[in-house]
């Protein structure tokens, strides 16, 4: 949990985070202008650019981090709507300050969400755009359910949707190839429950809803389901690739390369057949007329909706995989539980260093804390890398849930107030997500109530007896209500589940 964020706070942090580079202003620009011009040349009115990938990911290979590349706002939740006149990006509260900065000089207007993740830039499109006005996007970077979303506002007002067009593989000159990192096998041993026995779990839950077939983008379930790891989304343990099961068979579609011959054969002993990354589009398009298709609508793609035939009956529910890697078995608890005792030596250890290092005047940034504790969690068994990119925050950078350090946003630690440490650590044996504040010295009467606020909630939340089927947002409630009686709230969720050596954000 992030303490109350005053305006006063949100005003020092702009200004510690705002920078006049013009030039960097101008390529922003001068890239919006570009996609006018190639918008006007196939004549559309508007463009809709999801942050997101053809698996609906959180965190993007460098190819699909599109928002970033056109206006410089690097946040993981945002859409941006361009037309001739407008430019938007719509966010939420995890990323107003940052967007605004961010976004300073570029032409885009930050839009505020009030309700996280609601596509509320369709309403803002249906009343705003004229009749027989043409929207397009890339139908493989925004999923089935919010695209229909978007048609079902759009449509009744007359605007025509077009949602098969990649304006950047035109405009984006230098745009990154796919990564070809290797993927890797993990053995049952290490994951407490087989690949054959998965995918039969999985295929139970498809009878249950009479599927023939189903087909997983998400790339945490496709991890999870055939027991694989790689390297293709930063600090997320994941391969690019796509998985289509039927009765008898299981297919994965990926870039074969990136397994050896052992690896195929070793897939090919559990039913499973590698083909090529792109054939899942024809394959999909080949199902057999009157069969049956379980398909996750907020977990895959626009296009890949498109491309089931009109003879196939889609069922529409949560991917079975979801549910069934949610709940941890017991080799899973135990490698965490170890894992968790190796990160907290890790984090007393940095601990121990950031309080000697402080006591002897030594000049700390965030930045270089940040590489501080990567080599402490580097000294761990197991260790594969870092599960999110650290958020290091002194004083108001600690207000904001995301925050990325910069070169021009780095701070100098001084012996007075108070650093937030988010970061995490993937292991072979789990995943890990630590968040603490410490006092540096000199604390205020408003840091001391605002710390005491969120510790009391945390207790609140951690101490509560629930009954069994409670919600989240129920438990949440109970969490906010110390803030809540002084007037107080923060902007972001209370929390959330991990993966085991997988995503630090794993649903349900």
């Not at 206006?71 to 966010?91: P, R, Y």
């Not at 755009?129 to 359910?145: R, T």
């Not at 055939?226 to 008898?248: A, K, M, Q, T, Y």
């Not at 107080?488 to 589940?497: A, D, E, L, S, V």
Request: glycine content about 8%; charged content about 25%.
């Amino acid at each position: 949990m992030a303490s109350y964020r005053s305006q006063k706070h949100e005003y020092l942090l702009t200004c510690a985070l705002t920078t006049n580079n013009k030039k960097t202003t101008m390529k922003y620009k001068e890239k919006i202008a570009a996609l006018r011009e190639e918008m006007s040349r196939q004549q559309i009115d508007a463009y809709l650019i999801p942050s997101s990938d053809p698996h609906i990911s959180e965190y993007l290979p460098d190819r699909y981090k599109v928002i970033a590349w056109l206006s410089g706002f690097t946040g993981s939740a945002g859409t941006l709507l361009i037309t001739a006149d407008f430019a938007g990006l719509w966010t939420d509260s995890r990323y107003f300050v940052q967007a605004k900065e961010q976004l300073e000089g570029s032409g885009v207007t930050l839009m505020k969400l009030v309700v996280q993740n609601a596509p509320e830039y369709a309403s803002w499109m249906a009343s705003n755009m004229p009749e027989e006005s043409v929207l397009a996007f890339d139908g493989k970077l925004l999923s089935a359910q919010v695209a229909n979303i978007v048609i079902d506002t759009l449509s009744p007002v007359g605007i025509q949707v077009r949602g098969n067009i990649d304006l950047f593989e035109t405009i984006w000159v230098d745009r990154p190839a796919l990564p070809t990192e290797k993927a890797y096998l993990l053995k049952a041993e290490e994951t407490g429950q087989s690949v054959l026995s998965k995918i039969e779990a999985i295929r139970k839950k498809m009878k249950e809803s009479r599927a023939d077939f189903h087909v997983i983008s998400t790339l945490d379930d496709l991890a999870w389901t055939l027991n694989i790891r790689g390297s293709d989304v930063n600090c997320n343990p994941v391969v690019l690739g796509f998985i289509l099961i039927s009765e008898d068979q299981t297919h994965l579609f990926i870039d074969r390369n990136k397994l050896d011959q052992s690896e195929k054969k070793t897939l090919e002993s559990y039913g499973v057949l590698t083909e090529d990354y792109d054939q899942i589009w024809t394959s999909i398009a080949k199902l057999p007329g009157g069969s049956k298709l379980l398909i996750d609508p907020r977990r895959n793609c626009h296009s890949m909706n498109q491309q089931v035939p009109n003879s196939v009956l889609c069922i529409e529910k949560t991917n079975p995989s979801t549910d069934l890697k949610a709940i941890k078995n017991d080799l899973e608890i135990t490698l965490t539980r170890e894992t968790m005792v190796k990160d907290g030596v890790a984090l007393t250890r940095f601990f121990i260093w950031l309080e000697e290092e402080m006591a002897r005047g030594t000049n700390l940034s965030e930045l270089s804390i940040s590489h501080k504790l990567r080599d402490f969690r580097a000294e761990q068994s197991g260790f594969v890398g870092e599960s999110f990119d650290t958020i290091a925050g002194y004083r108001e950078h600690g207000a904001l849930p995301h925050y990325k350090i910069t070169e021009s946003s780095n701070s100098t630690l001084q012996a007075q107030g108070l650093f937030l440490i988010d970061s995490g650590g993937q292991y072979r044996g789990g995943t890990t997500d630590i968040t603490r504040v410490v006092s540096l010295g000199e604390i205020t009467a408003e840091e001391k109530k605002d710390y005491t606020l969120v510790l009391k909630g945390m207790i609140e939340g951690s101490t509560a007896v629930f009954p069994k089927n409670s919600r989240g947002y129920q438990i949440d409630a109970i969490t906010r209500k110390p803030l809540w009686d002084a007037y107080k709230n923060y902007g972001h969720g209370t929390g959330h589940g991990i993966g085991f050596f997988l995503n630090v954000h794993e649903g349900p």
